[in-house]
């Protein structure tokens, strides 16, 4: 974006002064309340962070916090073979490679933060909804022995759905593999780490009574469905330190068949709770979509709202610039994750405060798919504000690169 442009968007008043403030994040501070959600787009290289990935997150360095996407603590058989993991030093990137398929996050990172951003690493781990023929077949992992509906691997003949996975005889064992994420995500320089404990996946599936029907000290009572994430979490304290540390819920289930609801929301209860105690940096809830959250059961995000005080609270879930901005306001939340806004308008953090609109279009074929070759379409070459050339070309590069 040419000094001109980008000075332009910058000079427009600030018609969302809530949302345009700072925040104070442990010993962080962000920029502005504006989020951007982790975001699934399978580019990785073999596992690894790219330079691909580099100049997508660069772009939306903006924003008052990346949150990286979904990034995988082991090998997995997942949907989406691209996705990048953190379990060794190549794809944490310290072994000192510099080809393009072993940069890992460090590379990614650096970046971010040379664009003066702060980018956590989202830590995933799939749990049932892997598959055992992606992964040698090893069967999935999960609380208990109950299957997830629906799924499906395209990559695979026939294209099969998700399978009954075995019973994690010992779960603690599991627990150590986001520490040790943890430690790599520290030797990439990331800001902070986020547990991946919504849409279904292995921590939410020991919180959700529909996937897991155990009947030892990971089962039944609140207390004990909140065990596996607790222990995660401690983990990830030991690591980063409480500040560094956030948390991705949501207790209004659907996704991936979780049930959520009333009848999960003492386990919620219980560990938000006992979050706050730990004092980690924030919660981030997502709140009831009827498109996201089919087959689960709509929960009032500020029942767990008014759970924390020391704790920041994040809400995701279809936010406009000016819900956001209302909600901050209102003390609701204290930041607003934004996914698809951000998706497709890499500058979208100033535009936001300034009541500026996104982009309209998306280009959703290309969300997961490279096409022709060419990785950065729908990827990275969405337009910022005011600039023709990138209008013209739908092309935007590190920062706009039309000077």
């Known amino acids: 974006m040419s000094t001109s442009v980008a000075q332009a968007l910058l000079d427009k008043p600030i018609v969302n002064p809530h949302l345009a403030a700072p925040l104070k994040l442990g010993s962080l501070e962000l920029k502005n309340r504006v989020v951007m959600a982790s975001l699934t787009r399978n580019r990785a290289t073999a ?202 819920l949501s207790p209004s289930g659907g996704y991936n068949t979780m049930r959520g609801g009333a009848a999960d929301l003492p386990v919620y209860t219980h560990l938000v709770k006992e979050l706050e105690k730990r004092g980690i940096a924030y919660i981030q809830v997502v709140r009831f979509l009827p498109d996201f959250s089919a087959g689960g059961e709509a929960v009032d995000v500020g029942v767990l709202r008014a759970l924390v005080s020391k704790t920041k609270f994040f809400a995701n879930g279809g936010f406009t610039a000016a819900e956001a901005e209302e909600w901050v306001k209102d003390g609701k939340a204290d930041a607003i994750v934004f996914g698809r806004s951000v998706l497709n308008t890499p500058d979208f953090a100033l535009r936001a405060v300034r009541g500026v609109e996104p982009n309209k279009d998306t280009k959703w074929g290309e969300l997961y798919v490279v096409k022709d070759g060419d990785r950065s379409i729908g990827y990275s070459d969405y337009p910022f504000w005011g600039c023709a050339e990138c209008n013209k070309v739908g092309q935007s590069g590190e920062g706009c690169p039309h000077n």
């Open 47 to 248: 596992g690894a962070a790219n330079g691909d990935m580099l100049k997508y997150y660069v772009q939306r360095a903006s924003t008052g916090l990346i949150l990286s996407e979904g990034t995988l603590v082991t090998p997995q058989g997942i949907e989406w073979p691209e996705a990048p993991g953190i379990y060794d030093a190549r794809t944490t990137g310290t072994d000192g490679k510099s080809s393009s398929a072993s940069i890992g996050w460090k590379s990614n990172v650096d970046a971010v933060h040379k664009a003066g951003g702060l980018i956590f690493a989202q830590l995933w781990h799939l749990g049932r909804v892997a598959h055992p023929l992606l992964q040698g077949s090893v069967p999935a992992p999960g609380p208990s022995a109950v299957k997830a509906e629906g799924g499906k691997f395209r990559h695979l003949v026939g294209e099969p759905g998700y399978v009954t996975p075995h019973a994690i005889a010992d779960p603690s064992q599991y627990a150590l593999l986001y520490r040790k994420a943890a430690e790599h995500a520290k030797a990439a320089g990331f800001d902070g780490v986020e547990l991946h404990g919504a849409n279904g996946y292995l921590v939410n599936q020991f919180i959700d009574g529909v996937s897991n029907v155990r009947t030892d000290k990971y089962g039944g009572s609140p207390e004990n469905r909140a065990r596996f994430a607790l222990e995660a979490i401690d983990h990830l304290i030991d690591v980063f330190g409480a500040g560094r540390v956030g948390i991705k």
